[in-house]
């Protein structure tokens, strides 16, 4: 059974209108991650909750905006998506932060903008 | 800022061949994971080093950590297609968040 788990897998959206991303994870976990993987590039990550401590990356875009109303969902907002956004999102959850324990992916969504 | 860097960035073998993917930095990392990434899904972790030297096997995978803990190595042992994907390598630098390198893209022809 699917233990991180995205929707939706595929969605497109016009230039400018606003999109939301939803994960939720089974694992109980406290970390959730969200990463943008462009074609053929590592994932980048966007920002990450701590349980509710959220934490964003300094290069991260104000176009995008995230939310953890609990330990199992974790949403990402973007604003006003521009072509350069249409990439894949990834949600990822840990145990806690570190490389002791392993990240844990959903099978992404991929956002298309035209 | 730590980085990693992976090569090569494209591999297209024939099945049953050997290789070996690198992942390389100017930092030291705590650990360093590996992750394979098929199309269309997340990645999946196949395996975590934590000690310089450590050399880890899963069947016909071989990962190692270098042993001043800025470099490791994935080796495959006589290709399959399924082994087709994109290798990731990521990092943890001492309690900051995991650092991805740009991934190796594997071909593996039947």
């Known amino acids: 059974d699917a233990m991180v788990i995205q929707n939706p897998r595929y969605q497109v959206t016009q230039f400018g209108k606003p999109v939301t991303l939803s994960c939720s994870q089974t694992l109980n976990h406290n970390v959730m991650y969200w990463y943008q993987q462009k074609s053929s590039q590592a994932p980048k990550l966007l920002f990450h909750?701590?349980?509710?401590?959220?934490?964003n990356e300094a290069d991260t875009p104000d176009n995008f905006q995230s939310r953890r109303p609990n330990t199992s969902f974790c949403f990402l907002d973007i604003r006003s998506p521009g072509l350069g956004d249409a990439a894949m999102y990834l949600c990822a959850t840990s145990r806690d932060r570190g490389m002791t324990g392993e990240l844990f992916f959903g099978e992404g969504s991929r956002l298309t903008v035209l | 800022t730590q980085l990693l860097e992976q090569s090569p960035q494209f591999l297209s073998i024939q099945e049953g061949e050997n290789l070996t993917v690198y992942c390389n930095s100017s930092?030291?990392?705590?650990?360093l994971q590996w992750y394979r990434q098929e199309p269309g899904e997340g990645p999946v972790l196949l395996v975590t080093v934590v000690t310089g030297g450590e050399v880890k096997k899963l069947k016909r995978l071989t990962f190692q950590f270098g042993d001043a803990r800025k470099d490791s190595s994935l080796h495959i042992t006589a290709a399959q297609p399924g082994d087709t994907g994109l290798y990731l390598c990521a990092g943890d630098g001492y309690g900051q968040n995991f650092v991805f390198g740009p991934g190796t893209r594997l071909s593996v022809l039947p």
């Open positions: 909750y701590y349980d509710k401590d959220f934490n």
């Open positions: 930092s030291v990392f705590s650990s």
